[in-house]
């Protein structure tokens, strides 16, 4: 009985530790001095290596037989046409295949079925940017009749990204030495920092133009620039 006492005396005289204490070893210092909170952005332009077009045929017919076929057989001969332009297999993908009917409409009269509509599309990516208008004339010639885009990118944007980084913690650290200057301080050390996703800044899709053959050489697809841009939040603590 008396060792049971004794034992639990001993535990009353030890103070409790919270069970957050007991589960982590984390440490968070506090901030004794002034904290600041900045905002930056770091950015840098490229230009696009990369140009993604739809390009597709829209066939029409009285039957849905004859809409189908007649879209096949011209969507063959574009699908030839990019390969004959070098463009590897894993840059050309379907995105979209369609069949639908058509009707007249004539008041106080039940619609009326006049034909069907198949539609094909594929997307394509192209390497060769400048050279790009020549193959979606080729495209048109062998028959393609819906083209849209292009979508500039940069394929590996990761090293651009890197830059904008850099150049983001620069201008952070740059400001808070400001605001530390202004108000007779200085900058102790970086709290903590924090990263918006990567923004890519694209320019406007232009039309691609079709004209006839005799207007124009042929159609042109200028790459330009792109904008990179990543965010940071950044927290300082002056003294």
Known sequence: MKTLLAALLIAAAVPAVPAAAQTSGQVTQAITGTRLD????????????????????????????????????????????????????????????????????VENQPPQLVGYTASNQVTVKFRDIRNSGKVLDA??????????????????????????????????????????????MRVVRVVSVSESAGYYAPPPAPPVPMMAAAERSYTKIEPGEQKLQVSLAMVFELQ
């Open 38 to 105: 900045v905002s930056v952005t770091g950015e840098v332009t490229r230009v696009p290596d990369l140009a993604i077009i739809s390009a597709g045929v829209v066939s029409r017919s009285e039957s849905a037989t004859g809409a189908l076929q007649d879209n096949a057989q011209r969507m063959d001969r574009v699908i030839a046409a990019i390969k004959r332009a070098g463009i590897a297999d894993r840059d050309v993908q379907t995105s979209s295949i369609s069949l639908n009917p058509e009707y007249k409409y």
């Open 139 to 184: 495209l048109v010639r062998e028959g393609a009749n819906q083209i849209s885009g292009p979508n500039m990118t940069i394929e590996r944007p990761e090293q651009a990204l890197d830059e904008a980084r850099t150049k983001a913690v620069t201008a952070g650290r740059a400001r808070a030495d400001l605001y530390a200057r202004s108000l007779g």
